[in-house]
């Protein structure tokens, strides 16, 4: 009974750290829709990165000292893998689609993710494959479906291709739950948030480099640098170290859905912000993409 109890407030502490982290990754969104063009983003995601990597560095030497910073070389093979297949196309693919189309579309098609976390989970992780989960895939699916189509048919350029581009970028999403699961099994938490982050950057960097040089557009300002900095420690810092600690507690599918609480973050704060709005359609598919992610919450454990 007692190691029962132990367990279920271990659940819900893993819950609450991977809520809070949806709500500060809830934000990128707002950052990016609110820094504008002034930066392409490949070095909008490399100044990310890099800040966040850097903000990583004093946390893990005041927790765990320098010697957390050395691990075993299969170990760092695995990163190198991870920033290059997740952090590197996610971050391109998520910044363009949302300089092409509104933060509170983007964000809607990005959380097609908690769907493709399920099938990935149980393909890699061995997690179940439940009824809720297969009846939450394909009300995402469909609801996807549904919006996409009426941006696809609208007359706005870049509307269909930001639409695609968010929707790999889901996919890419749905791999980092993955990853860190993975890399948990026998790295520190503030660890795997520091090297999974390092890596992406070095990978978009050098990838920028060789051939994305002819996009590369920056125009510095306060603003817009002190919005960078907000966006790499709210946003990443902080967002993905409270994630990640709390997937130590709980399955990667349901750290997938509990994380539905950032697109919900995004869509009020848009909405005040910028006044952005989801309409006709679009607001009945996204109805149904974050119903299908209710159905896995409500889930008997």
């Known amino acids: 009974m007692e190691e029962n ?56 030497v005041r927790q765990k000292g320098f010697k957390a910073f050395i691990i075993p070389r299969k170990n760092l093979r695995f990163f190198v893998l991870f920033g290059l297949a997740y952090w590197a196309v ?15 579309v983007a964000v809607v098609l990005l959380y097609t993710a908690p769907f493709f976390i399920i099938i990935l989970a149980r393909l890699f992780l061995g997690e179940a494959m439940t009824a809720r989960k297969v009846a939450a895939s394909v009300l995402g699916f469909i609801g996807v479906g549904v919006m996409f189509s009426s ?5 706005s350029q870049g509307m269909a291709a930001g639409g695609l581009m968010a929707l790999g970028a889901g996919f890419c999403y749905a791999t980092y739950y993955i990853y860190v699961k993975k ?15 390092f890596f992406g950057f070095a990978w978009l960097t050098v990838v920028t480099a060789a051939f994305f040089r002819g996009r590369v557009a920056f125009q510095p300002d306060l603003r817009t640098i002190l919005l960078i900095i907000g966006l790499a420690a709210v946003s990443t810092t902080i967002g993905g170290t409270l994630n990640i600690l709390g997937m130590r507690r709980i399955e990667a599918g349901e750290a997938g859905v509990f994380a539905l609480v950032e697109p919900i973050t995004t869509l009020i704060v848009s909405r005040f912000l910028f006044g952005s709005t989801l309409q006709g359609w679009q607001v009945i598919g996204a109805a149904m993409i974050l119903f299908g992610g209710y159905l896995v919450y409500r889930q008997p454990e």
């Open 5 to 60: 109890e132990k367990v279920q407030d271990s659940r819900k502490i893993g819950i609450s750290l991977v809520l809070a982290g949806g709500v500060c990754w809830g934000f990128i969104g707002i950052f990016v829709q609110a820094i504008g063009p002034v930066i392409d983003p490949f070095t909008l995601s490399i100044l990310r990165l890099g800040a966040a990597s850097l903000l990583m560095v004093p946390i893990i």
């Open 90 to 104: 996610y971050q391109i693919l998520y910044f363009t689609a949302i300089q092409m189309i509104s933060a509170g």
């Open 151 to 155: 941006w696809a048919a609208s007359p």
């Open 183 to 197: 890399a948990l099994a026998s790295t520190d938490p503030l660890v795997t948030s520091f090297y999974s982050m």
